[in-house]
């Protein structure tokens, strides 16, 4: 098994926490996006969206983050990180969904760069772009844990699919300099989850690509 990853993505932090929960160890390929490797034509002919991660299983290259932890469930399912149940299983999609197809979208490189690129917009004026759509999308999480959470993850007293989403989010919101001082059950699902060493083993400081 390979992941083509790159250390500050927060899709590929996704999925290197349900790898490291897991327990599964990948040969780790990085992929500088920064650099434009991701539009490199040998990586799309593995990833034709041209992002990152990619996981490759035997003759099987597969993108986007979700469908990679659905897939790593259906060959790997313990731990189980998309409940089975019905309802379980839906509230942690939907949580899940905020996160990654709400919030993190409007806020990737590729936006950013597009944002400061041809829309000519100031530094000023693109982190006021990135801290309204964190405010909004963490709101909507802030309620759902409120209304639906519980146990020390989103969830219960297991990690799943949510939280694989959330603590990168929230990386991102910290590292941005977003006030989060209204997420206080957010915050909590967040620290407890740093605390725990497969979250410790998938963050972006402990990759071979790392740098400040």
């Not at 929960?21 to 990833?47: C, F, S």
């Not at 950013?112 to 309204?132: F, G, I, N, S």
Request: with cysteine; proline share 8%.
């Amino acid at each position: 098994m390979q992941l083509y990853s790159f250390f500050n993505s927060s899709t590929a932090y996704r999925v290197r926490i349900a790898l490291a929960l897991k327990g599964l160890e990948p040969t780790y390929l990085p992929v500088d996006i920064r650099k434009y490797e991701h539009r490199a034509a040998d990586y799309l002919t593995r990833n034709p969206g041209g992002g990152v991660p990619t996981l490759v299983d035997g003759d099987m290259s597969l993108g986007q983050s979700l469908a990679i932890i659905d897939y790593l469930d259906s060959v790997h399912p313990e731990p189980r990180l998309i409940p089975l149940d019905a309802v379980p299983r839906a509230r942690v999609l939907e949580l899940s969904n905020v996160i990654a197809c709400d919030m993190h979208p409007v806020n990737n490189l590729r936006v950013l760069r597009y944002l400061q690129k041809v829309m000519q917009v100031t530094p000023e004026q693109k982190d006021a772009w990135y801290r309204h759509w964190i405010a909004e999308g963490l709101t909507a999480v802030e309620h759902l844990l409120a209304q639906h959470g519980h146990g020390p993850y989103c969830f219960g007293d297991a990690p799943t699919l949510a939280d694989c989403c959330l603590v990168p989010q929230v990386g991102n919101a910290l590292r941005m300099d977003c006030d989060v001082s209204a997420y206080a059950r957010t915050m909590a699902v967040y620290a407890h989850c740093a605390a725990q060493p497969a979250f410790q083993r998938a963050r972006p400081s402990e990759q071979p690509d790392y740098v400040k």
